[in-house]
């Protein structure tokens, strides 16, 4: 068997032959790659971790009120940047092309909501906030297309791309496309940790600082919640060059990462479980410009490495991915924010997608808000089955989205069709017998009810 050494020798000489790609993306593959065989990796001593501080995590509610003067707000606004991460596709929820794309409510996508925002933000302030997209391969093409209906609002759209590396051949650690899968199946995006080199091998970096941008928001496209916080732009202004916001943790929220006090300084961390922790990552950045580009420079961001195991067309592969809210240990004056739970409201899966359709949450503006009728300080969980998994079958299956304001929890299986105008209250499962299909008459209000035929309406 190769020794590591080896492996590493024989991967740089396949990779320097595999012209799909830059030499910044075979270097910084390489580097991947050394670390990941190194064994390099940052050991937690558990007895260190500490709970965060209001110091190092500060508590929104704590934070200096807007400016009232709107110069003022447009100096702090001129200097901003808006980035989202636009790499994702809507596989999982059945759907083709970039999931920024995905229709969230009144037949606006997510792309739509967000180039609203801040068209409204640049007409009341008179501003010049661009947006940043950060593609993969995988989305540039359909995305570059799609942002040409916004060619005539006020917001200044640029696009790069994040780098592509090729897929890892688990047995003999050679790249996948060396051995003939040169298609898209050959290659993957590495993580949204990627996405400090990509700005800055993009050009854009260099072209953002030139402009005099000083302060970059990065967060996914598919968090409605990810919305320009003044307070916290303010707060960053003042000292600080990396702030991360943390959120309230619910019982959802079982899977990524969160943050911790670890000798003396704050940094993310991805555990397997989290249920130890209080507060959840939502990866949502905001970072001086300046202070990426240093780092980038002297290849200090070398965050966890997360190896992520895939199986294509048979074969097993490797691919090493980062995640970019591990990057806060290397920026000094870094701080967390610990914010409200409605600057979290990702879209993961059909089931996120009926609360933000529903009468749960309001549209104005661009900006989804939490219904105030809602007394319940938290969201109902909603669990539907495969029927529903892909976005056009969930729609296909409702007449009309239920009310559920004084909805508590909602458990669907089965063949299930919900008629319109429905209301569903407390705790409701609804489960449709095999081979039998289960339809809720229009009109139908369902409180603290457990369905298994027509018989229980």
Known sequence: MATDAEKLTQLKSAVAGLNQISENEKNGFINLVARYLSGEAQHVEWSKIQTPTDEIVVPYDSLAPVPEDPAETKKLLDKLVVLKLNGGLGTTMGCTGPKSVIEVRNGLTFLDLIVIQIENLNAKYGCNVPLLLMNSFNTHDDTSKIIEKYSKSNVEIHTFNQSQYPRLCA???????CKGKTDKDGWYPPGHGDVFPSLMNSGKLDALISQGKEYVFAANSDNLGAIVDLSILSLIMLMYVYNISVTPKTLADVKGGTLISYEGKVQVNEFKSIEKFK???????????????????????????????????????????????????????????????????????????????????????????????????????????????????????????PSIIELDSLKVTGDV??????????????????GEKLEIPDGAVLENKEINGPGDL
């Open 417 to 434: 069709w919900f008629g319109a105008n429905i209301t569903l209250k407390g705790k409701v499962t609804i489960a449709a017998k095999s």
């Open 279 to 401: 507060i959840f990552n939502t990866n949502n950045l905001w970072v001086n410009l300046k202070a990426i580009k240093r780092l980038v420079e002297a290849d200090a961001l070398k965050m966890e490495i997360i190896p992520n195991p895939k199986e294509v067309d048979g074969i097993k592969v490797l691919q090493l991915e980062t995640a970019a809210g591990a990057a806060i240990r290397f920026f000094d004056h870094a701080i967390g924010c610990n914010v409200h739970r409605s600057r979290f409201l990702p879209v993961k899966a059909t089931s996120d997608l009926l609360l933000v359709q529903s009468d749960l949450y309001t549209l104005a503006d661009g900006f989804v808000t939490r219904n105030e009728a809602r007394k319940n300080p938290a969201n109902p969980t909603i669990e539907l089955g495969p029927e529903f998994k892909k976005v056009g079958n969930f729609l296909s299956r409702f007449k009309s989205i």
């Open 171 to 177: 047995d003999d650690f050679v790249p996948l496309p």
